[in-house]
């Protein structure tokens, strides 16, 4: 057997050994892109990427103070005294609660990558739920499917990382 015969028989393995590390340098640049894509898609939930829900936090820690410091449910008395001064308030508080309950709808349906998503926003998606809960309680009583994934969303990652129960804090009732 000459050295034609073993190029013959060793081209078919060259040949395959080089699809087999092809297609490795194929998937592990698949799964970089993927986890490029799930990093890129938890950074556009940030409260700071977008101009228009900055604004919105900023309106609301200016007239609440810094929610953060805030450790229990604000009254909705003395939501609806904020409000009734500036209007503009409730507005800031509907597009804080609509921003994360569209990122607990696009995590809940795999668009949105969990872990990601909890570990870069959990405690502030969670502070704003327990600030706002009275907000949130009163809206779902005319309508019970509003924010059902933020609460979802909370309850599961408070759960997840092990804080305070969410039965912890229950609306304050009205006077």
């Known amino acids: 057997m000459g050295a034609r015969d073993y ?18 340098l194929i998937k592990k640049q698949m799964q970089m892109t993927y986890n490029l894509h799930r990093r890129e898609k938890a950074l556009s939930y940030s409260l700071y990427s977008n101009a228009h829900l900055r604004d919105a936090r900023l309106k609301i820690e200016k007239e609440f103070g810094p929610l953060f410091g805030i450790r229990e449910a604000i009254s909705m008395k003395e939501i609806k005294e904020k409000v009734g001064k500036d209007s503009e308030i409730q507005a800031a ?5 609509a921003h994360w309950e569209n990122m607990a709808l696009a995590i809940i349906t795999g668009i949105a990558d969990n872990e990601v998503c909890r570990d870069m926003v959990a405690s502030t998606l969670i502070q704003h739920l327990r600030v706002f809960y009275n907000f949130v309680e009163e809206r779902r009583e005319k309508n019970p499917r509003v924010y059902i ?13 092990g804080q305070t129960p969410h039965v912890d804090y229950n609306p304050v009732l009205r006077s």
């Open 7 to 24: 190029i013959l028989l060793l081209s078919p393995l060259v040949v395959a050994i080089g699809i087999l590390i092809s297609s490795l």
């Open 149 to 161: 994934n933020l609460v979802k969303l909370s309850r599961r990652w408070q759960d997840e990382l």
């Open 93 to 97: 508080i509907m597009t804080i609660l």
